[in-house]
């Protein structure tokens, strides 16, 4: 059928009701599967999806049952005044894939569908990502997190699956890996060489966060240390002194030195 689709877009006004939805069923797997190609990009044309859309994605497990749940996000999405969304079931969960439109934002749209998740396990708000390839992505990004969720403690209502990146990184999942080398390591390392952003980082985790210690192994005043260390949160969005963003930080030079290396 995904052939047909790419071979018979003209079809598109004559399907039905139950045609779509079985489309949508397809268009989720797929997307859900990591494929992304041009017969993924022929069927959203097929149910009017834009050629170039932001996205994001919800999961979690059905209050009822998945087709209560379906439709109470679909619901709720419209009457946010959105009308592109996906939703499916993969790995015991009820995912929800939704393109930004009007009111339709990631943190409004999730607290609308909560009531479509059992309210005593999580929920996972996926990354904002962009058209055919960041669909998949931001999926892929909530899935992960599920995955990795035995190593967080109490995990927050909702939980991001951006603040999960060192627990997905470990469980394999690459795009994480590529978050943290990309946007944080790379972040630290700057381009100039004479940068002591990234050394100073590393030697306040080295030394647990105590600042005169680091100042006296980097021979510069803690002042010096403590304006480092801002600056880099400022360009990475992780904070060396909370314990929390220092795993986060730490998790992204590891991959970071191992990566240059090779």
Same mark, same amino acid.
């Given at each position: 059928?995904?052939?047909?689709? =790419?071979?018979?877009? !003209?079809?598109?006004?004559?399907?039905?009701?139950?045609?779509?939805?079985?489309?949508?069923?397809?268009? &989720?797997?797929?997307?859900?599967?990591?494929?992304?190609?041009?017969?993924?990009?022929?069927?959203?044309? +097929?149910?009017?999806?834009?050629?170039?859309?932001?996205?994001?994605?919800?999961?979690?497990?059905?209050?009822?049952? &998945?087709?209560?749940?379906?439709?109470?996000?679909?619901?709720?999405?419209?009457?946010?005044?959105?009308?592109?969304?996906?939703?499916?079931?993969?790995?015991?969960?009820?995912?929800?894939?939704?393109?930004?439109?009007?009111?339709?934002?990631?943190?409004?749209?999730?607290?609308? +569908?909560?009531?479509?998740?059992?309210?005593?396990?999580?929920?996972?708000?996926?990354?904002?990502?962009?058209?055919?390839?960041?669909?998949?992505?931001?999926?892929?990004?909530?899935?992960? !997190?599920?995955?990795?969720?035995?190593?967080?403690?109490?995990?927050?209502?909702?939980?991001?699956?951006?603040?999960?990146?060192? /627990?997905?990184?470990?469980?394999?999942?690459?795009?994480?890996?590529?978050?943290?080398? /990309?946007?944080?390591?790379?972040?630290?390392?700057?381009?100039?060489?004479?940068?002591?952003?990234? =050394?100073?980082?590393?030697? &306040?985790?080295?030394?647990?966060?105590?600042?005169?210690?680091?100042?006296?192994?980097?021979? +510069?005043?803690?002042?010096?240390?403590?304006?480092?260390?801002?600056?880099?949160?400022?360009?990475?969005?992780?904070?060396?002194?909370?314990?929390?963003?220092?795993?986060?930080?730490?998790?992204?030079?590891?991959?970071?030195?191992?990566?240059?290396?090779?």
């Amino acid at each position: 059928m995904l052939a047909d689709v =790419q071979d018979n877009p !003209s079809h598109a006004p004559h399907l039905d009701f139950s045609s779509k939805a079985t489309l949508r069923s397809i268009a &989720f797997e797929c997307l859900a599967g990591g494929l992304c190609d041009g017969r993924v990009h022929a069927l959203l044309h +097929v149910l009017d999806w834009p050629d170039e859309f932001s996205c994001f994605s919800i999961g979690g497990t059905a209050a009822i049952d &998945f087709a209560t749940s379906r439709s109470i996000i679909e619901a709720k999405v419209r009457d946010l005044g959105g009308g592109h969304c996906l939703v499916g079931r993969a790995h015991g969960l009820t995912l929800a894939l939704i393109v930004m439109q009007s009111a339709v934002t990631p943190e409004v749209t999730c607290t609308a +569908v909560m009531e479509a998740f059992k309210s005593d396990e999580p929920v996972c708000l996926g990354p904002t990502r962009r058209d055919l390839a960041g669909a998949a992505h931001s999926l892929s990004a909530t899935l992960a !997190s599920f995955e990795a969720l035995p190593a967080i403690g109490a995990p927050s209502r909702p939980m991001r699956a951006d603040d999960m990146l060192p /627990e997905r990184a470990l469980i394999g999942d690459e795009d994480a890996a590529d978050e943290l080398y /990309e946007h944080v390591y790379r972040s630290l390392l700057t381009n100039n060489d004479n940068d002591p952003t990234l =050394q100073t980082v590393s030697a &306040f985790l080295d030394n647990g966060g105590a600042l005169d210690v680091t100042a006296k192994e980097l021979n +510069v005043h803690p002042n010096t240390v403590r304006y480092r260390i801002k600056r880099a949160a400022e360009s990475t969005g992780w904070d060396a002194g909370d314990p929390r963003d220092a795993f986060v930080l730490r998790t992204a030079i590891v991959i970071g030195r191992i990566r240059d290396r090779r």
